[in-house]
């Protein structure tokens, strides 16, 4: 674990490093530490889906089905932005 919050330190532009961090952290129990990684790598990285999505399902796991649902919500208007702009 400590490898991958070194990663996300030396690495803060990659935004995988921080999307698996997170999961990590939200695999062993720790999901209210997993949401503040996996937010503050979205602040960072507001493209990064996997980060996005991430999201919503620890918020749904810890049983926060309001921010799940911003989440999701915010996810369903970038996969439209993204459709829109391929119609271009």
Do not use: W
């Amino acid at each position: 674990m400590s490898a991958l919050k070194r990663a996300v330190e030396l690495q803060p532009d990659n935004p995988r490093y921080g999307y698996v961090y997170g999961i990590a952290l939200n695999s062993v129990g720790k999901g209210k530490v997993a949401i503040a990684v996996l937010e503050k790598n979205y602040q960072r990285h507001p493209h990064d889906r996997q980060t996005l999505f991430a999201l919503v399902t620890v918020h749904r796991g810890q049983g926060d089905n309001a921010s799940a649902v911003r989440k999701r919500n915010l996810g369903r208007a970038f996969c439209a932005l993204i459709v829109n702009l391929i119609d271009i």
